[in-house]
């Protein structure tokens, strides 16, 4: 039990929150409308696809070929960054990070650059947090928001196009800067540089026919997103299609996440259903809804703040760019921050060189990355 907790604290805390606002509700029949089953359905398509993907090895051959591409520690830092924005986009930003930070860890150790580890790893959660909020698909709460209004294509990227310039611009900066001083660093220490040739063992070829069919069922996942077909057919398409092709894809779907948005669906349904608590954030939402939003995420995580604001107000624009811009600043904001954390902590257990007396500790590391976070966090408040 205690492992179960440590591995899904936010589903415990969302099952506490859950079963705590059922003290104040008890559970009726409206409680069976509390549940965005459309959300649900394309967030599981979404990782399972994701899923899919990565077993057959695209996403490795994808990043591999990109990397074995740079010449310099700043190139090669920036193409592992960008590499994440761009998984993020298509496939949720804890996607990106879990796919994303064990490849680049082991490539910055493997050229010398251990240096360039905290760095990029800061930079990568703040690319898959910031950069996956110009899709509905990029992040958890895009695809809740999405479907929660019920709202088109064009008026969502209308919306989040200038915070993601913003944010992406951002990024290359602070990428470049960062890795710039890092860079200058190990060349006085006679560090050896990135090759230009690829560093890395051949790996296996993709299976194309897999591919090609996988490449088929994610069109499938981007037309149940944008309402061109039922979710329930493409739940139902993808899963037996992977219960044939490769079931393990379906066994490691993050279920965790999804009983973790059933759970605040509970909250958040029983939360609306309070008249002080409609009183007190009806107003605030309605007079500083960005605001509101943007810090709620600071306390409580995005995805759960994005559930639960969103049955105090019908101004979906603000909530969309607060919870999206939220999930900058503090640890919790974003759960992608924490799985960054998490993977820099193993990182050092499972590579020597990230444990040497030089070496960047864990401390430095979180106050990197506090600082980014905290700088990119006043930054996209201001603008937005």
Request: charged share 10%.
């Amino acid at each position: 039990m205690v492992y179960f907790i440590r591995e899904h604290w936010m589903l415990a805390a969302a099952a506490l929150a859950a079963l705590t606002s059922m003290l104040a509700v008890p559970p009726d029949e409206a409680y069976l409308g509390y549940f965005d089953w459309k959300t649900i359905g394309c967030l599981f398509c979404v990782l399972a696809m994701a899923n899919a993907l990565r077993r057959i090895g695209t996403f490795d051959r994808i990043a591999r070929m990109a990397i074995a591409r740079q010449s310099s520690p700043r190139t090669l830092a920036l193409t592992i960054v960008l590499i994440t924005a761009a998984f993020s986009m298509a496939f949720t930003n804890d996607v990106a990070l879990v796919i994303m930070l064990p490849l680049s860890a082991s490539v910055l150790v493997e050229l010398n650059q251990t240096r360039l580890v905290p760095a990029v790893f800061a930079l990568q959660a703040l690319a898959a947090n910031l950069c996956g909020m110009v899709t509905p698909f990029g992040n958890p709460q895009n695809l809740y928001i999405y479907s929660h209004f019920h709202l088109g294509l064009v008026e969502f990227l209308t919306t989040m196009i200038p915070p993601f310039l913003l944010s992406l611009a951002g990024v290359i900066a602070a990428t470049i800067l960062a890795t710039g001083k890092t860079a200058t660093g190990n060349r006085n220490k006679k560090e050896p540089q990135a090759p230009a040739t690829k560093p890395f063992s051949p790996q296996m070829s993709i299976d194309r026919r897999r591919l090609s069919t996988y490449g088929f069922l994610f069109v499938v996942t981007l037309m149940a997103v944008f309402r061109i077909v039922p979710t329930a057919a493409a739940v139902v398409v993808i899963a037996s299609a992977l219960a044939i092709a490769d079931r393990k894809a379906l066994v490691e779907v993050d279920y965790a996440l999804l009983a973790t948005f059933m759970c605040f669906f509970v909250f958040a349904g029983n939360m609306s259903r309070l008249p002080a608590m409609g009183d007190f954030l009806g107003p605030l939402m309605d007079r500083w809804g960005l605001l509101v939003s943007a810090c709620t995420s600071q306390v409580i995580s995005n995805v759960p703040a994005a559930v639960v604001l969103s049955h105090f107000t019908e101004a979906w624009q603000p909530l969309l760019v607060g919870v999206n811009i939220g999930g900058a600043g503090t640890f919790v904001g974003s759960l992608a921050s924490l799985i960054a954390i998490r993977y820099f902590s193993l990182a050092r257990k499972v590579f020597p060189h990230l444990r040497a007396d030089d070496a960047p500790t864990m401390g430095h590391f979180l106050r990197l990355f506090g600082l980014m976070n905290a700088a990119f966090f006043v930054m996209l408040l201001a603008f937005c």
